[in-house]
């Protein structure tokens, strides 16, 4: 049966038509540094946002997460477990080379390559699939190994790459080598932690991007990113820090735009190790095995204290994985309310009423007021008797050692990449694996949650499928294999002459930067 055409999606597709080719160049503040120009290896915001600058799937999300046809125009589901695509014609990779159903079967079977020591693999989103072959030059067919509902949300995470760019490493990628897309620009060069340059694409399937180059400038340090785009340095900056929004918005010269965020802040904490090493009782052993010791913590948290006080209200408390109006939000799921009385009656139910011994790790460089955020919540810990001490650090060296498990507590933050839960339920919850539970770095592992999640990946009624979704958060929301905190609010500030459409992901794309002509 049909299942999607690109002509039944034109309607709710958004297109940003450019009037013409610009001569004229933009430079953009971004909050955090790409680690690799390899699309393929690790699953981090700052990453998969510049992919999709360089780089198309068969299919994109548009600004709300919505699936759009981009190199395929369209599909069948020809049965339960295979699919057919037809390929967007007259498309060029950046060397001049054609695109063809080929390169699409090359880069699907380049990803379990492009996993290799990476934090947090793509592999998931290619789990399901059994086999990919091209039927003719502009038709791919894809064989899974039982009924995926969720395939096309998993391939938008897929960039397509130039076949003979199948075996080439992150290695190679990341000295410049290989970095070859179809989309809108072109990659030029790259300075770790500093800048990353581009040109634009004269040739995009999707029309011709305002900007003839555009410069990626990092600025960690929130004071710097704010007096780039005061001072007019920088065109277009991301992530406002909270306490200059109010500042920004009172520019002539400056636009605020805002969008509701799909980014959970959460935390993860060590749950199988019995000794662990900066989570102590007084015999010792690893508290946080405890569910009550968790669900402790959790009440002890003030979520909606820290979102008005700290993230000057740019954030929605969270007690689940996606916000209220994705698919699989569960509205009877509460979130734990502050109570820190009952928090100290769990933990001495559960064996500790002096308390234990926490170190709590975060990043200081990652997410909005992430250090102001960690201190928060080990004050909050403090108080109904966990001794903490927070440490944070760069997110260049916490996210190897927090991969290498050499923390007990952290924080992190999890975007919902497919636009539905299985996409963090997966890479955090699910019982980690060589194709499982990449980012699960505390170890969490249910059984029931396990086979209710794998059973609705595999369940092609959408209701049905959200109901066991629901289940499934449910059951790891009642054992908080994470903690949530809340939701990210996404922000930008931009010359007033351009314009732009907020995203839900978060992502900084220049193709739909617009300037006044």
Not at 136 to 157: A, E, H, K, Q, W
Not at 162 to 183: F, K, L, W
Not at 212 to 239: C, H, P, W, Y
Request: aromatic share 10%; net charge negative.
């Amino acid at each position: 049966m049909k299942f999607f055409t690109a002509a039944a999606l034109a309607a709710s597709v958004v297109l940003f038509p450019s009037a013409g080719a610009w001569a004229r160049d933009l430079t953009v503040g971004l909050s955090a540094s790409t680690t690799s120009m390899d699309p393929q290896f690790y699953v981090v915001g700052p990453n998969s946002a510049m992919a999709r600058n360089i780089f198309d799937g068969l299919v994109n999300q548009d600004a709300r997460q919505q699936i759009q046809p981009a190199l395929a125009t369209s599909w069948n589901r020809v049965d339960d477990t295979t699919w057919d695509f037809t390929l967007r014609l007259d498309v060029k990779f950046h060397d001049g080379s054609d695109f063809t159903a080929e390169d699409v079967v090359a880069s699907i079977k380049r990803v379990p390559m492009a996993a290799k020591n990476s934090p947090s693999a793509f592999t998931p989103y290619v789990k399901a699939i059994a086999d990919v072959t091209a039927v003719d030059p502009m038709t791919v067919r894809i064989t899974t190994n039982g009924p995926t509902p969720l395939l096309l949300n998993n391939l938008s995470r897929i960039a397509i790459l130039p076949a003979e760019q199948g075996e080439t490493t992150t290695e190679q990628m990341n000295q410049g080598n290989g970095v070859i897309g179809t989309g809108p620009f072109k990659f030029v060069s790259w300075t770790p932690d500093s800048q990353i340059n581009l040109e634009r694409n004269p040739d995009y399937w999707d029309g011709t991007a305002d900007w003839e180059k555009v410069t990626f400038r990092i600025f960690k340090n929130n004071s710097a990113r704010v007096a780039a785009i005061l001072s007019g340095d920088v065109d277009m900056i991301e992530n406002i820090p909270t306490a200059d929004t109010s500042r920004l918005e009172e520019s002539d010269a400056i636009e605020v735009i805002k969008a509701t965020g799909n980014r959970l802040m959460y935390l993860h904490m060590d749950q199988d190790r019995e000794t662990s090493p900066f989570a102590k009782g007084p015999e010792g052993k690893n508290p946080l095995r405890s569910a009550e010791v968790r669900r402790a913590l959790s009440l002890s948290l003030n979520r909606e204290a820290i979102v008005d006080r700290i993230m000057d209200g740019q954030g929605t408390p969270a007690g689940q994985v996606v916000p209220e109006g994705y698919f699989g939000h569960d509205a009877s799921l509460a979130t734990d309310a502050y109570d820190p009385n009952k928090a100290k009656q769990l933990l001495a139910d559960a064996g500790y009423p002096n308390g234990f011994d926490l170190t709590f790790h975060a990043t200081n460089d990652r997410y909005p007021n992430d250090s102001k955020v960690a201190q928060a919540v080990g004050q909050f810990f403090s108080r109904i008797g966990v001794t903490t001490k927070v440490e944070t650090l760069p997110g260049s060296v916490y996210f190897s050692r927090a991969s290498a498990r050499e923390f007990s507590f952290i924080m992190g933050g999890a975007a919902v990449e497919t636009g539905e839960p299985s996409g963090v339920l997966g890479p955090l919850l699910e019982t980690y694996g060589d194709n499982a539970g990449q980012g699960n770095r505390g170890r969490y592992s249910n059984a029931e949650f396990d086979k209710t999640l794998e059973e609705a990946r595999r369940t092609l009624d959408d209701g049905a499928r959200e109901t066991l979704l629901k289940k499934a958060t449910g059951i790891a929301m009642n054992d908080l294999g994470i903690i949530p905190l809340f939701f990210l609010d996404n922000t930008w500030a931009a010359k007033t002459d351009l314009s732009y459409e907020g995203r839900s992901d978060g992502y900084t794309l220049p193709f739909y930067v617009k300037a006044e002509q």
